[in-house]
């Protein structure tokens, strides 16, 4: 006998691209409609319109983007736009009269679970509790303990979650690696991706085309605590025995994240008034990690965080472009990255940055091993069909409870 469908609100703060949003449109894209039919309530931006594109119903919660304050001291300005936008949440949901919720940011979480709702709620958590503080804090716990599920996107998030939880009886919790398409044949950059590439911000931009330029590249969204700064200081140590390697830094700024644009701009003049400068390279955004490098023969990635990342997506890309890496061993990189085998796992500073990416720079044969290793061992445990197949059980398990 078949099922009836079952409506799912996949709720999330940003219309934009970062890697929650990456991640969530993988699995709207692949969902089974014969189980679950998505709609989506976001801002308006690049994620959006790629959902939208693909058939997926749309509804605008433009509103997300007026609240700034989400960890620490909440603002006065960001008690009028929550009260604003729980009323129009509180909307959505009774007009579209949904079997779940499915929030996936953390301002979604807050509002979605601010109160115990009659719709099953489940929260996908990219984010370590524990970084939260003040009034956040004991408001964000608070809508935690409302949910009637928690998936957390790494075993390092359900560890803090069950501490910042005091390992509280009667939450659901689990965890659900993310998934990553690992495609066939990369390596070289393909013609649709090399006219990107030609938005690079620096006059001496990135060749188009496999090359032997060699590069060390930093990616993501311009923010403080992607180590971007710790990422300059430690090239700055070792560009004296590189002198044939560029450090390119990728990413642009996200408007939407408080201080970004600043920071954006006090890196670019921290790069500037480098002794080294003329082999840094500002390349702004980018779409895939395919613009930035060509192959582990002439590339090495760095993921420098200074804060616990969840479960960095870009270090998936980057072991799906077959690039070594080098990463911070904060939060849940180490469930990517196996320290000596598939890259090197080391603490977010300058000296030991440095040194990784020296003695990977050094060693070509050592470059394509760890590259081809993260390769395998990334495609197997990281599978998207998996992933998907998780969450739809996940999701069918939450509304069944009810």
């Known amino acids: ?24 449109l993988d699995l709207l ?23 939208v594109a693909a058939g997926i119903p749309w509804v605008e919660a433009q509103e997300f ?11 006065g300005r960001d008690i009028g736009q929550s009260v604003r936008l729980y009323r129009r949440l509180g909307a959505v949901i009774k007009e579209q009269q949904p079997d779940l919720v499915y929030s996936n940011s953390v301002k979604a979480h807050l509002l979605i679970n601010l109160v115990r709702r009659k719709v099953p709620t489940l929260i996908r958590l990219h984010d370590f509790p524990g970084s939260f503080s003040g009034m956040a804090r004991r408001v964000f716990r608070y809508a935690l303990r409302n949910a009637d599920h928690i998936s957390c996107v790494s075993q390092s998030v359900e560890s ?19 998934g990553y398409e690992m495609k066939a044949g990369v390596g070289l950059v393909s013609a649709a991706v090399q006219e990107l590439a030609a938005g690079a911000e620096s006059g001496q931009g990135i060749e188009r ?25 430690a090239m700055e140590r070792i560009a004296g025995q590189l002198p044939d390697w560029q450090f390119v830094i990728a990413g642009a700024a996200a408007a939407d994240a408080q201080g970004s644009v600043a920071y954006a701009e006090q890196l670019r003049a921290r790069v500037a008034q480098s002794p080294f400068a003329q082999q840094f390279v500002m390349y702004g955004g980018y779409k895939a990690l395919q613009e930035l490098a060509c192959c582990a023969a ?13 479960l960095p997506t870009v270090l998936l890309e980057a072991s799906g472009a077959k690039l070594p890496i080098v990463c911070s061993n904060l939060g849940g990189s180490s469930e990517i990255i196996r320290h000596g085998r598939s890259g090197l796992v080391v603490p977010p500073t ?38 998907v197949g998780q969450m739809t059980d996940r999701m069918m398990a939450t509304m069944e409870r009810e």
């Open 65 to 75: 983007e007026r609240m700034d304050t989400t960890r620490g001291k909440v603002s």
């Open 298 to 310: 002439h590339s090495i990635f760095v993921h420098a965080s200074i804060r616990p990342d969840p």
């Open 160 to 178: 803090d979650l069950r501490a910042f939880m005091n390992n509280a009886d009667g939450t659901n919790v689990s965890y659900e690696h993310n």
């Open 1 to 24: 006998m078949n099922q009836p469908v079952k409506k799912v609100l996949f709720v999330n703060q940003a219309g934009r691209f970062g890697g929650a949003e990456k991640v969530l």
């Open 350 to 387: 300058a000296e030991a940055l440095a040194e990784s990416v020296l003695k990977l720079a050094q060693n070509e044969a050592l470059r394509i091993e760890m590259a081809e290793q993260a390769y395998t061992s990334c495609g197997e445990r990281f599978r998207m069909q998996g992933y």
């Open 209 to 233: 085309q496999h090359t032997s330029t060699k590069r060390i590249i930093i990616a993501g969204w311009l923010l403080a605590w992607k180590g971007f700064d710790v990422f300059v200081e």
């Open 29 to 51: 894209l692949r969902l089974d409609r014969s189980r679950i039919a998505p709609v989506l309530v976001s801002p308006a931006g690049a994620m959006q319109q790629e959902a």
